[in-house]
Nanobody, 125 residues
Framework: QVQLVESGGGSVQAGGSLRLSCAAS????????MGWFRQAPGKQREGVAA???????TYANSAKGRFTASNDSAKNIFYLQMNSLKPEDTAMYYC???????????????????WGQGTQVTVSS
């Protein structure tokens, strides 16, 4: 069973930055597709960024130019660096994976089987 644990969320002002981390136990994150998703109250879950086993990244339009997804193979952690945060980025953020190389990694949650518990990001104006 794959276990994913997110961390790094918090409260920041608009324009600030946060780096989310997703640690995986007994699972090599760089071998499979990994994705970041978010869900705000009253809204549907949306894919934010994903990375496949070749290191290729995919971003939602709302994240392009501001967010960067990456893997640290040595630490076995999947990251989401978020810069120039906006109030509309406020949401619970989840990382997810699937036992597939996923080339390219999709942004639809349909393709991911294992999910973390989430970390809250709150951006104030």
């Amino acid at each position: 069973q794959v276990q994913l644990v997110e961390s790094g969320g918090g409260s920041v002002q608009a324009g600030g930055s946060l780096r989310l981390s997703c640690a995986a136990s007994t699972y090599t994150v760089s071998n499979y597709r990994m994705g970041w998703f978010r869900q705000a109250p009253g809204k549907q879950r949306e894919g934010v960024a994903a990375i496949d086993s070749s290191g290729r990244t995919t971003y939602a339009n709302s994240a392009k130019g501001r967010f960067t997804a990456s893997n640290d193979s040595a630490k076995n952690i999947f990251y989401l660096q978020m810069n120039s945060l906006k109030p509309e980025d406020t949401a619970m953020y989840y990382c997810a994976t699937d036992s597939s190389p996923g080339v390219p990694a999709p942004l639809s949650g349909y393709w991911y089987s294992f999910w973390g518990q989430g970390t809250q990001v709150t951006v104030s104006s």
